[in-house]
């Protein structure tokens, strides 16, 4: 599972509130991903990271923003949460190199905005 | 904008049969292939990477085709059994480093018993 925690698991929150969800990994890989996933859609990239407070946007990244402050943690924030952020979000770490880099993700959040 | 497509959207198959999934991807300028399970309420468990220089992968039952020519990958699984049960979805990645994925909708797969 390469080292990849997620939390919380589950999350109830309601419009309006904000909300930070954390990546943990513990193997010091330096690039870190966040997906949603939602029916209909399927996974698609939020933000990414390639190292220490360095980020960039992905596919959806409207209404998110992330940070790194550490190798190992990788937050993503939902500044103030709305219904259509109701989803599962994953994390991703990039491992190997020379064409063989292969991503592995992390549990999931369930994230419901009410 | 790269997309992928993943044909048939869900398959309902006898226990011992073997079957292909099918993916396809608009640009071909791919850097590597991945084809990944999940099970429901769970996370994605990687299967098989193909890099863009080769034409398959193999792990014990599975095997992966890619032709990037025409855009397209194979999923092969070998004497289904119901523990295969699960959607199983492709992903290709443009670039190396820190590009990230792009993903099909998925393969939902049910082995019957």
């Known amino acids: 599972d390469a080292g990849i925690t997620q939390s919380p698991r589950h999350k109830v929150t309601e419009t309006g509130t904000p909300v930070t969800l954390r990546c943990h990994q513990t193997?010091?890989?330096?690039?870190m991903y966040w997906y949603r996933q939602d029916p209909g859609h399927g996974l698609r990239l939020i933000h990414y990271s390639y190292g220490v407070k360095d980020t960039d946007k992905g596919e959806v990244s409207d209404g998110y923003s992330v940070s790194r402050s550490k190798t190992e943690d990788f937050l993503l924030t939902l500044e103030s949460a709305t219904s259509s952020q109701t989803s599962v979000y994953f994390c991703?770490?990039?491992?190997?190199?020379?064409?063989?880099?292969?991503?592995?993700f992390g549990p999931g959040t369930r994230l419901t905005v009410l | 904008k790269q997309e992928v497509t993943q044909i048939p959207a869900a398959l309902s198959v006898p226990e011992g049969e073997n079957l292909v999934l099918n993916c396809s991807f608009t640009d071909s300028a791919i850097y590597n292939l991945q084809w990944f399970r999940q099970d429901p309420g769970k996370g994605l468990t990687s299967l098989l990477l193909i890099q863009s220089s080769q034409r398959e992968q193999t792990s014990g039952r599975l095997n992966a085709s890619l032709d990037k020519s025409s855009g397209r990958s194979t999923l092969y699984i070998a004497a289904s059994q119901p523990g295969d049960s699960a959607t199983y979805l492709c992903a290709v990645r443009v670039g190396g480093g820190a590009d990230g994925l792009t993903f099909g909708k998925g393969t939902h797969l049910i082995i019957q018993p």
């Open positions: 193997e010091n890989h330096r690039y």
């Open positions: 991703a770490i990039s491992a190997g190199q020379g064409g063989r880099d292969t991503q592995y």
